[in-house]
T-cell receptor, first 113, second 114 residues
Framework: EAQVTQNPRYLITVTGKKLTVTCSQN?????MSWYRQDPGLGLRQIYY???????DKGDVPEGYKVSRKEKRNFPLILESPSPNQTSLYFC????????????FGQGTRLTVV | AQSVTQLGSHVSVSEGALVLLRCNYS??????LFWYVQYPNQGLQLLLK??????LVKGINGFEAEFKKSETSFHLTKPSAHMSDAAEYFC????????????FGQGTELSVKP
């Protein structure tokens, strides 16, 4: 079964404590990305990767890092989380062409206090 | 730059009534357009997409959308709402470069009254 798996699903943390949200896909897609969803703003792209060792900033990259050492994994790292990073995060994967659909993980709800 | 606007952050209909969710896009090139649905506590799921060809696109769960270039619109419709249609709906346009980055509208929450 085609899957995009994110962990954890829910996370409450304190300001400044480094955290990692993992994302793994089994569809052999080259393209992976992270979005954050905020009320009234829809989904906004944080970072994306078009292949292994190739990453680039999306629209809201400040405060985030990513890495792509393997094709199937694309972790999102918050080195010093702040309350304005409280949000719902989604990992997505697709082939690298514009006319194909993206497949989304179940989401990670992050609260930074 | 491409953009998407969804009119109405919240739409409420009665069960059995017509569902109409509005989406307008801005693009300097022929767009690739998508509608996604998000059920509570779940990720986004593709409802339908327009790439080329027929402008009336049919999707899952009885939904369809019509691409109207002259109106820069891609409205989502369903003839008869069901309680299970209650969810948040997102319209998106895909960038030609950057691997097809999706640019989303603000989302429309659909409520269905019994």
């Amino acid at each position: 079964e085609a899957q995009v798996t994110q962990n954890p699903r829910y996370l409450i943390t304190v300001t400044g404590k480094k955290l990692t949200v993992t994302c793994s896909q089994n569809m052999n897609h080259e393209y992976m990305s992270w979005y954050r969803q905020d009320p009234g703003l829809g989904l906004r792209q944080i970072y994306y990767s078009m292949n292994v060792e190739v990453t680039d900033k999306g629209d809201v990259p400040e405060g985030y890092k990513v890495s792509r050492k393997e094709k199937r994994n694309f972790p999102l790292i918050l080195e010093s989380p702040s309350p304005n990073q409280t949000s719902l995060y989604f990992c997505a994967t697709k082939t690298g062409t514009a006319n194909t659909e993206a497949f989304f993980g179940q989401g990670t709800r992050l609260t930074v206090v | 730059a491409q953009s998407v606007t969804q009119l109405g952050s919240h739409v409420s209909v009665s069960e059995g009534a017509l569902v109409l969710l509005r989406c307008n896009y801005s693009s300097s090139v022929p767009p690739y357009l998508f509608w996604y649905v998000q059920y509570p506590n779940q990720g986004l799921q593709l409802l339908l997409k327009y790439t080329t060809g027929a402008t009336l696109v049919k999707g899952i769960n009885g939904f369809e959308a019509e691409f109207k270039k002259s109106e820069t619109s891609f409205h989502l419709t369903k003839p008869s709402a069901h309680m299970s249609d209650a969810a948040e709906y997102f319209c998106a346009v895909s960038e030609y470069n950057q691997g097809g980055k999706l640019i989303f509208g603000q989302g429309t929450e659909l409520s269905v009254k019994p």
